[in-house]
């Protein structure tokens, strides 16, 4: 069965470190996703994807954030200058429209 | 107040018990998702309601949507340790793009 493989599964870093976390959805996808989860709270939306430019974005999304879609399988979320409360799991989803979002299983990012 | 509620926040059964788990919307649901989160670990997808007065089931877990399409249930019958984890639900309030989580419900089943 096709699931949505995150890399690295942890990450460790230096506080104003730049850090890319790299996904590759379901083939057949056409959405993309990336939410967070700092630890003990909600999982929370930052931004969506589609025809190669960003459809929604939360607040927590602000220019310190970036995600593209390099080639036609990999999709990357770029945070430019990491801060300490960035310190959380970090998920992909994918679907192919107004159906289940499928997630990877995550990326944990530590900001030292 | 919180868009989407869980209750209860945590639960603890005896194996072979029946349990329920609830999530309540300040506002109606386009459709609702439940998951199975493992701790440090990603969403397993459970199920997917969009009707009001849905109901569907997967083995043991049924899962439903009122008519008014702002509270579901998840009821798991005859639990097992296999059941423990933590369970999420996620509203989609607008047609698919992106999805609020409530805080979650950690199940823990005793053997």
């Known amino acids: 069965e096709p699931e949505v493989t995150q890399t690295p599964s942890h990450q460790v870093t230096q506080m104003g470190q730049e850090v890319i976390l790299h996904c590759v959805p379901i083939?057949?996808?056409?959405?993309f996703y990336w939410y967070r989860q700092i630890l003990g709270q909600k999982v929370e939306f930052l931004v969506s994807?589609?025809?190669?430019?960003?459809?929604?974005k939360s607040e927590i999304f602000d220019d310190q954030f970036s995600v593209e879609r390099p080639d036609g399988s990999n999709f990357t979320l770029k945070i430019r200058s990491t801060k300490l409360e960035d310190s959380a799991m970090y998920f992909c989803?994918?679907?192919?429209?107004?159906?289940?979002?499928?997630f990877g299983p995550g990326t944990r990012l530590l900001v030292l | 107040s919180q868009e989407l509620e869980q209750s209860p926040q945590s639960l603890i059964v005896q194996e072979g018990k029946n349990l329920t788990i609830n999530c309540t919307s300040s506002?109606?649901?386009?459709?609702l998702y439940w998951y199975k989160q493992k701790y440090g670990e990603g969403l397993i997808f459970l199920m997917m309601?969009?009707?009001?007065?849905e109901e569907k089931s997967h083995e043991k877990i049924t899962a439903k949507l009122d008519e008014k399409k702002q509270q579901s249930s998840l009821h798991i019958t005859a639990s097992q340790p296999s059941h423990a984890g933590i369970y999420l639900c996620?509203?989609?309030?607008?047609?698919?793009?992106?999805?609020?989580f409530g805080g979650g419900t950690r199940l823990m089943v005793k053997p």
């Open positions: 083939s057949n996808h056409l959405y």
């Open positions: 994807f589609y025809n190669n430019e960003i459809s929604e």
């Open positions: 309601l969009q009707k009001g007065g």
């Open positions: 996620g509203a989609d309030y607008n047609a698919g793009n992106m999805l609020t």
């Open positions: 506002k109606t649901l386009y459709g």
């Open positions: 989803a994918s679907n192919r429209g107004l159906e289940t979002q499928y």
